[in-house]
């Protein structure tokens, strides 16, 4: 089995995911299509003065009630464009998060899962969502968590792509990469692709509009074979500054 790991998917083969933005002049044609126009800032933010019809959601509760846009296109709005970023991407996040007040890091779900053979626990609620990927001689087996449900499914022998909404074939990534992936044997040109800012992009970079730039810092190739496992590591920074 082989796996390769850019920012936001896993892709594996087994032998047996950005925030669009709109121009002003833009909005008034999506919202007249049925979208909702958000603005994040603070009440008092607000109240001094906002956009007829717009709904008001400070960023701090954006989180926790992203549940109530679910299906629903949202176009996002604050003062500079920094929280609305913020905000549009937690809306984009697929699954409910936990609570911050009890939240644990989901790094030990690997560990476990590779100590054990097994799966995930039952109580996962302190678990922002995931997806968990456990392989044996035999099959491979896929985890999701979406934050108040969990789901196992089989994978099929072959070339499959996880994306952060699963195994998803809208995904932009999914659409552009999976066939590419599928055809090549040897995976290591990807990590050299250029970064694109592109939703379809496999190696993302991004400039924001506060100067932070928004990128994939690394790619991971595993490849299991009975004779050994190989890991090979791209650190995607490391000209960044020359």
């Given at each position: 089995m082989s796996v390769i790991y850019p920012w936001g998917c896993v892709v594996f083969r087994w032998r047996s995911a950005q925030t669009p933005e709109i121009a002003v002049d833009r909005l008034d044609a999506a919202r007249a299509a049925g979208a909702l126009l958000l603005d994040v800032r603070e009440p008092a933010e607000f109240a001094s003065g906002h956009v007829p019809g717009a709904v008001n959601l400070p960023l701090g509760r954006v989180a926790a009630e992203a549940h109530r846009f679910a299906g629903r296109s949202v176009c996002v709005i604050c003062r500079s464009g920094q929280r609305s970023l913020r905000a549009a991407a937690l809306l984009n996040g697929h699954g409910k998060p936990?609570?911050?007040?009890?939240?644990?890091?989901?790094?030990?779900?690997?560990?476990?899962?590779?100590?054990?053979?097994?799966?995930?626990?039952?109580?996962?609620?302190?678990?922002?969502?995931?997806?968990?990927?456990?392989?044996?001689?035999?099959?491979?087996?896929?985890?999701?968590?979406?934050?108040?449900?969990?789901?196992?499914?089989?994978?099929?022998?072959?070339?499959?792509?996880?994306?952060?909404?699963?195994?998803?074939?809208?995904?932009?990534?999914?659409?552009?990469?999976?066939?590419?992936?599928?055809?090549?044997?040897?995976?290591?040109?990807?990590?050299?692709?250029?970064?694109?800012?592109?939703?379809?992009?496999?190696?993302?970079r991004r400039e924001l509009p506060d100067g932070r730039v928004f990128a994939s810092l690394s790619v991971m190739r595993v490849s299991i074979a009975p004779e050994g496992v190989t890991y090979d590591f791209t650190d995607l920074t490391a000209d960044q500054d020359r």
């Open positions: 936990a609570d911050e007040t009890v939240k644990v890091s989901r790094g030990d779900l690997a560990l476990r899962a590779a100590y054990t053979g097994e799966g995930p626990g039952a109580d996962l609620s302190r678990y922002d969502p995931f997806h968990l990927v456990l392989a044996d001689l035999g099959q491979v087996l896929m985890w999701s968590w979406n934050g108040e449900r969990l789901t196992t499914s089989p994978l099929p022998a072959g070339t499959s792509m996880v994306v952060n909404s699963g195994l998803d074939p809208e995904s932009e990534r999914v659409a552009a990469y999976l066939p590419r992936f599928r055809a090549a044997e040897d995976w290591s040109a990807f990590a050299a692709e250029p970064p694109s800012g592109d939703r379809g992009a496999l190696i993302i």
